[in-house]
C-alpha cells in the first residue's frame, strides 16, 4: 500500500506520556525515538 | 510427510535434521527442540522463532514451512539454506566482488527493513545467522532473540547481540534502545565484507567497548546527547574518531558512497544512526557496479 | 495485517464461527455418548436407578452451555491477570490464547480451569513478561507440573500462533492522528478522558467474539464511536469523507471555509459510508 492512511507530523501530537519520556536522561541516552513509537501506534491504527 | 535423513548439527536447545517433505520432494530443514531441556515449559528461544517467523514472509528471510509436535519434541520445519555469510568470508578461496558484497548488504537489508516495518528487532545479527539459499537469495536467520518494538515504558535487556556485533547503547547498558542495534550489526558485517576479517572482534565484553572506540572515536555529549549518563562511560579511554581520510585507507575498495553509508549505519548515536530505508536509499546502490544477481553470486 | 496469523488463522464469520463450535460440540458430544453406552455395556449389573441417574445427570453440554462456560471461565482468566498485576497486553494475550483454546477444544475433554493458568503462564512468556514457572506456580497457588502439562497443548491448538494486534495501539494510533486531522477543534483533557473510557471498554470486548469478526482498528473505532459519537464520526468525514472537490461545492453556499489541513485528503481507497456501517455493526455487537 504505497499510501500510508497517514501522516506522521510529530510536532501536532500532544501526548505527554511519550513527552515525558523523551525528556528522561536515560531515554536520550538510549537513542529513543519518539516518531519510531508514533509510526508504529499509526500503523497498528491503519492497518 | 518429513524425513529426517541427516543430523547437520546440535544446539543447546535443539537438534537441527536435514530432511525432505515428502510431498513436495522439498529439501528442508528441522529444528528439533527438546522440550524437557527447559524447567520453564517451551524454550524462550523456541517460542520467539515460532512467534515471528509466523508472521514473516520475504525473501531475504528464512520461511517456516511447518511446526508440529512429535514425540514431545516441538519440530520447527524451514527451508533448507547450505550454506551462510560466515563461511563465505572465512574461505579465502573464494574470491567475490564490489558488486557481490553489494548484493549481499542489498538482501540483508530487505531483510531487515521487512523485520522493522513489522516492528520486530532481530537483535542477532551476524554473519552466520545470514544463510545462502541455492538460488543464491540471502535470508535472515535465528530469531531466537527477537522481540517487538517495546511500548515506550518497557525496559529491554542489554545482553543481546553477539559481542562483535553489539551496537554502543548497548555496550553501555541502555535499556530504551530502537530498531537501531540492527543497523549497527549491518554495518559491522559490511566491512566484515570488505575487509574478509572481523572488523571489531572484542575478547570480552569491555575490550569490546575499548575495539570500538579506539577504531570509531568515543563518543561525546557533544555528538550523542546525555551518553555521559551511563554508569560506566567514565572508565572508558577517549579516542578520536577516525578521519575520512584513515576510513578510505581502512576500506580501500570502497567507494565514496560506500563509506557514506558504512558511517551512516556505524554512527555512534542511535538517535542520528541511519534506519533501513535510508540504507536502502542510499546512493551505494544506485551506483555502479550493479549488485550481482543472487543466481550469479559465489 | 492481511499477512498476519491473527488475520489468516483466527477471523470467521459469524456462521464460520458457529458452525465451528457447532461441530466441536457435535463431535464430543458423540465421544460422550460413546463411552456411557460402552460404560453401561460394560456394567450390566446396574439398578434401574442407576440407569436413570446416568441418562438424566450424565447429559453432554450443549454449544451454548459451553460458550457460557468459557466466557466464565476467560473473565476469570482476565481477573487472575489483574491479581498479577500484568500488563495490560499480557492480560489480552492470555483471554486470546485462553478463548481460541476451546475453538479447538470441548470443556468436555479439557475443564478450562487446567487452561486457565497455562494461557497466562504462555501469554507472559509470549509478551516478554518472563515469570518463571516456581515462581509463577507459587503465585497462583498452584503446581508447576500442570502448567507445564497444558503449555504444549495450548501451543498446538494455537497452531502456534503467538502473536496478537490487540485494539490498545489503534487507540494510541486514532489519539494522536485526532489531534491532527481536527486539530485545534479538540480539547485535550477531553481527549484523554476518552482514551481512559476506551480503553476500558477495550478491554471488556476482548471477552466477546467482536475479536473474531472484527479488525483490532476498527474495534477501536467503535469504542471511539460509542463514547463520542460526534467527535468520532466528525473525524472520519474530515479524514476519510467526500474528496476536496465536491466539499468545495457545499462549501461556496457561504459555509465558512473548514481550516482543515487540505494535505489531510490522502488517496485512500477507502469508502467512508462502508468503515461506518462496519463500525456500526461492530459497536452493537459490542453493545
Redesign the interface.
Known sequence: DL?????L?EN????SFIRDLQKKKEYIASGFRADFI?D???????? | DYTKEKKAGEGTYAVVYLGTKKSTGRSIAVKEIK?SQF????D?SA?RE???L??L?HVNVIELVD?F?AN?N?NLVLEFLPADLEIIIKDTSIMFSPADIKSWILMTLRGVHHCHRNFILHRDLKPNNLLLAPDGQLKIADFGLA??MA?PQ?ILTSNVVTRWYRAPELLFGAKHYTSAVDIWSVGVIFAELMLRIPYLPGKDDVDQINVTFRALGTPTDADWPEVSSFSNYNKIQIYPPPSREELRRRFIAATENALELISGMMIMNPKKRWDAVKCLQSQYFQELPEPTLPQDLP | ?R???QYRLWSFTKEQLESRRRALNVKVVDKVNEKLQDIISKHNDLSQEELNAINEKAVPVTMEEELKFVNFFAKKVQSFCHSLNL?T?VCATAISFFRRFFLVNSTMEIHPKHILLASI??AC??E?Y?I??EAFAKKTKSQPTT??KY??DV??SL?????N?HPY?????????I??IL?GKVD?NYMGQIYTNCKRRITETLLTDVVYHY???QI?LACLLIDDEALTLKYLEVKFGSPPEEQKESETEGMKREETPS??K???N?KLQTLTALIRECQAMIL
Open positions: 499510501h500510508k492512511r497517514y501522516e507530523v501536532e501530537y500532544n501526548d508514533y508504529r501506534m499509526l500503523t497498528e491504527a491503519f492497518m | 522440550t524447567k520453564d515449559g517451551l524462550m517460542l515460532v512467534k515471528f509466523q508472521e514472509k511446526v509436535m514431545d516441538l522481540r517487538l511500548s518497557e | 495485517y499477512h498476519s496469523s500488563p497486553e503462564f504462555l512468556k509470549s516478554n518472563f518463571g514457572i502448567i507445564l503449555e504444549f501451543l498446538e497452531q502456534f500462533t503467538l502473536l494486534h495501539r489503534p487507540l494510541h494510533g486514532f489519539f494522536l492522528d489531534q491532527y486539530h485535550l479488525t483490532p482498528p477501536t494535505d489531510t490522502l488517496p485512500s477507502l
